[in-house]
C-alpha cells in the first residue's frame, strides 16, 4: 500500500489511492482531473521503503478527480469591547473542493 503528503493550497494531506480529502477550492469542473507535483513524501508499506524531497520529489505525480466543489461550515467572528458598547458578529464559509486521489505514480527511470 503506498502512501504521499503532497502540498496544495498552502497545506499539507496524507493521501492514499482512493482517498477523498478537502482541500481548498481548486480550478476545473466537477469530473476534471487534476494532477499534483508538490509531492513532498512517498512511502511503500510493503517494501518499508520511503522517499523524502528535499523539499520536492521529482518525478513523482499524484493525480486525482474533482467530486464537488462547496463551501465549509460557517465561522463565526465576534469582537467586543468592553464598556463602549460595541459588538460585531461576522460569519465565513470558506470555500472547498472535494477532490479523489485516482493514482500515486512514479516516473520509471
Given at each position: 500500500?503506498?502512501?504521499?503528503v503532497?502540498?496544495?493550497g498552502g497545506k499539507?494531506?496524507?493521501?492514499?489511492?482512493?482517498s477523498k480529502?478537502?482541500?481548498?477550492?481548486?480550478q476545473g469542473k466537477e469530473g476534471?482531473?487534476?494532477?499534483?507535483?508538490?509531492?513532498l513524501l512517498l512511502a511503500d508499506e510493503t517494501k518499508h521503503?520511503?522517499?523524502?524531497?528535499k523539499p520536492k520529489l521529482s518525478g513523482v505525480k499524484v493525480t486525482g478527480k474533482i467530486l464537488s466543489h462547496g463551501k465549509r461550515d460557517k465561522v463565526r467572528v465576534a469582537k467586543f469591547k468592553n464598556k463602549v458598547r460595541y459588538r460585531r458578529n461576522r460569519g465565513?464559509?470558506?470555500?472547498?473542493?472535494v477532490i479523489e486521489i485516482t493514482s500515486l505514480a512514479k516516473a520509471k527511470e
Open positions: 500500500m503506498h502512501f504521499a503532497i502540498e496544495t499539507q494531506y496524507l493521501v492514499r489511492k482512493g480529502i478537502s482541500v481548498e477550492t481548486v476534471d482531473t487534476l494532477t499534483f507535483d508538490n509531492v521503503s520511503c522517499e523524502v524531497g465565513h464559509r470558506q470555500p472547498h473542493s
